[in-house]
């Protein structure tokens, strides 16, 4: 009878059965339930020991910068990251969007190369599908990543997916259906090597709405954190979280930092994760310059090039600020450049590389625009 106790009959019958019952939805008391274990953080407050994670924010917001230094924090078992309390863990970085070689050697260079030697920390760079992929292709996928890192001698307790959109070629980003298939590949992933799931996404046109595409992601990720830069100030802060507060919110800056010359003698830079001192500490930092002569000759190009378009460019570039393709850059430089002109495209694209990557400009889906404060070719702050 619904809503009432056993009767006795029933209490033996159910006592003296020859086998105990197998629940198809096994419930717990409250006096059982509420001793569950606590959520295990590998950084205490930001990102959860299992479960799918997602970090998000502009383009050039430095959103791939903070992952790896996240991920190399763990693997190198700082004890700390950005002054939050973390655990070592191993680290698979699945770099889909290029090699990571300047910015390892960038971090390494600030850190030390004995501490990056004996990190549980493996790279793959190349192409992914996490959309079309089957189950079994998932669970080899994972078998394969979980044999090569035990060989090393450690297992992953992170795997970050560098990015999204491409480890989905060919999927909708505003489909659910789509959205949600890359979504439960991503969590067998996650399940099949025992670890969390970071993965880099990217924000829509208008920030403040969240993060681009489906917002099936946005439901189906345990912590969800955000990445904004505003001027020279840089912030990630907890935007969704199934297990903890909103209430962290932590400053960072990125340090630009000079590694070895090219064949022409131009700088190749990159960048690592400061924690940003307090405000009482810090100093006005002007906004980054191009350097070099390449750097110099292609910057003047882009400006005027963007200063002749006078009105509001495409996306992927902010509404108030025009943009240029990099083809049209290329074509409009490489004949200013001191070099064979067979050469001058990847010369363009180097300085190209090395101003995204010092802040100068932004880069993204092959067009380029100015961020605000950026210098003129004079060496006048820009508005």
Known sequence: MS??????????????????????????????????????????????????TVIFGASNSGKTFLALDLALALACAQGHWLEQRCHASGVIYLALEGNLAARLRAWEREHGTARQRDATFAVYSGALDLFSISTDGVTRIADDLLAQTIEMGWRPGLLIVDTLVRAAPGADENSVKDMSRVIENLTALGRALNACVLVIHHSGKNQDAGMRGSSALLGAADQVLEVRQEHNARTVKVFKSRDAGKDIDISFDLKVVELELDDDGEPITSCVVMAQAPDAERRYQPPPKPKGNNQRIVFQVLWDILLSLGQPGIAPAPDDRPSVSLDELIANTRALLPCEPRRAPERIRSAVTAMV???????????????????TPQGQPRK
């Open 357 to 375: 990557a010092s802040g100068v400009v932004h880069f993204e889906n092959e067009r380029l625009w100015l961020p605000s404060g950026t210098f």
């Open 3 to 52: 809503g009432t106790a056993l009767s006795h009959t029933d209490m033996i019958a159910l006592h003296h059965a020859n086998t105990a019952p197998t629940w198809l939805v096994p419930l717990q008391p409250a006096s059982v339930a509420k001793e569950a274990p606590q959520v295990a953080w590998l950084v205490k407050g930001l990102l959860p020991d299992a479960g799918l």
